[in-house]
């Protein structure tokens, strides 16, 4: 049974760091992709950076050089360090798995909005100016 469960979010003030954490179960094998999405008030669901079946890091420009995603050694738990955070990384912070496309035997290393198939209940992060 696959479970996510986000911890850490909460408040804080501009140019301040946090640090999610995604406990997870079910997920750990290197065929799964393993990101962090955000939902501000009012917008789509929108993916942030992502960890590919290859262990690559990928980030959205919106968050390039300000947030760092990194698993433990184990794979169990997915971590966002955010730093420098602005009024606009205010959102709802999911934490997803999915497995990538495959055509035969070859398999994308990243995945795609619809390949994320399990997700987090979400965390509040909250930044004020």
């Known amino acids: 049974q696959v479970q996510l469960v986000e911890s850490g979010g909460g408040s804080v003030q501009t140019g301040g760091s946090m640090k999610l954490s995604c406990a997870t179960s079910g997920v750990a094998g290197s065929k799964y992709c393993m990101a962090w999405f955000r939902q501000i008030s009012g917008q789509e669901r929108d993916g942030i950076t992502q960890?590919?079946?290859?262990?690559?890091?990928k980030y959205s420009d919106s968050v390039k050089g300000r947030f760092t995603i990194s698993q433990d050694n184990g794979k169990t738990t997915l971590l966002l360090q955010m730093n420098d955070l602005k009024p606009e990384d205010t959102a709802m912070y999911y934490c997803?798995?999915?497995?990538?496309?495959?055509?035969?035997?070859?398999?994308?290393?990243?995945?795609?909005?619809?390949?994320?198939?399990?997700w987090g209940q979400g965390i509040e992060v909250s930044v004020s100016s």
């Open positions: 997803a798995a999915g497995t990538p496309q495959c055509y035969g035997t070859y398999c994308l290393k990243v995945c795609r909005l619809s390949d994320f198939t399990y």
């Open positions: 960890i590919d079946t290859d262990g690559n890091p």
